[in-house]
């Protein structure tokens, strides 16, 4: 058996702008190098599929395009809507994933191993898959078939996006924009080391609050609005209107955020990061005791700003640091929350 296709997909860390692509909003992630590796080999000697990971010791035998309500759903999903797109079948193959990218702490490993699959399919099968296709079908895999209900920030940056420059997009227009990073300051990624699985959150949940939040006020989604005025307070309810208040306030941040990038200017950017999270936290209500302990032992060391990253619930957090103070920091996170990670 010889390697046939190779496909990758990057994860990203989100520098602001959580729960805004399912309701309309800007987003600013940025694409990390940790990524997830989808190799696909040709098996004459079997009829279905066999799907192995580094990350679980049980290899998997498919031999009908069905959901198993685990991590293998992202690539039978993507074999599915692949199958359908393309009019092929999928058999006689094994498909092998590797990771570098650590999984459920909100750097997008779900979005990486869809699109990892998506891209390995598209090489086997010698089909064109155009990036915005690539995207689109990635998205559909994950929100239609494995049903987290997601919006569309995270295939972008992975398809789109680059380790140099930040993902500036409006989730409505799909209009987007790369801005280069501060070149004398890090975005550190810190690992709570406390998963989270999203489907098993209240995600679906909060984007069910949107939603009737937005119907409530006519609109069709929070992102259309600037504030919150009187009426809209009598019209919600408290969930609701917490987070309304956090969509739309979050809104703003991410533009403003996006120019000070441009105009190089870190700290207003990091008092920004640390506004989102308390929001986050305060508002939104997906923020746990160690992602609040990471920021402020962050924040307490010197850095510009931290919040945490990805739909929250656990995970991980990231923090703007001069370049030259990232190991100290290092040092003082982990004399204050030892069983932190650095990613």
Request: net charge negative; with cysteine; glycine share 6%.
């Amino acid at each position: 058996m010889n390697t046939v296709s190779i496909g990758e997909g990057f994860g990203r860390v989100n520098l602001i702008g959580e729960h805004l692509d399912y309701n309309g909003g800007h987003v600013l992630p940025l694409q990390i190098k940790n990524s997830i590796i989808c190799e696909i080999v040709e098996n004459k000697n079997s009829e279905s599929i066999s799907i192995v990971s580094d990350k679980y010791k049980d290899s998997l035998i498919v031999k009908k395009l069905e959901k198993r309500n685990n991590w293998a759903d992202f690539v039978i999903g993507s074999c599915l809507y692949f199958e359908k797109k393309f009019s092929v079948k999928i058999n006689n193959i094994s498909i092998y994933i590797k990771s570098s990218l650590p999984l459920g702490v909100g750097l997008s490993s779900s979005a990486a191993i869809t699109v990892s699959t998506l891209k390995s399919l598209s090489c086997y099968f010698q089909k064109n898959l155009a990036d915005e296709d690539l995207i689109n079908l990635a998205f559909e895999v994950e929100n239609d078939f494995v049903g987290v209900g997601g919006g569309v920030m995270d295939q972008f940056v992975s398809v789109l996006g680059n380790h140099y420059e930040a993902l500036f997009l409006d989730t409505f227009n799909k209009n987007y924009e790369l801005i280069p990073i501060f070149q004398d300051y890090q975005f550190l990624i810190i690992d709570s080391n406390t998963q989270r699985i999203l489907s098993d959150s209240e995600f679906n949940k909060k984007k069910e609050l949107c939603l009737n939040a937005a119907k409530k006020m006519k609109i069709q989604n929070l992102c259309a609005k600037t504030k919150i005025d009187e009426n809209d307070i009598q019209l919600l309810s408290d969930e609701e209107l917490n987070v309304s208040k956090h969509v739309i306030e979050e809104n703003l941040r991410v533009v403003k955020a996006a120019q000070y990038l441009k105009d190089n200017k870190a700290e207003e950017f990091g008092k920004l990061m640390t506004e989102s999270h308390i929001s986050l936290s305060r508002h939104y209500r997906v923020s746990t005791d160690n992602l609040n302990k990471l920021v402020d032992l962050s924040n307490s060391f010197g850095a510009l700003g931290s919040k945490l990253t990805g739909a929250g619930f656990g995970g991980a957090i990231v923090t703007l640091v001069k370049k030259e103070l990232v190991e100290e920091l290092k040092k003082y996170i982990l004399d204050g929350y030892p069983n932190a990670k650095f990613i």
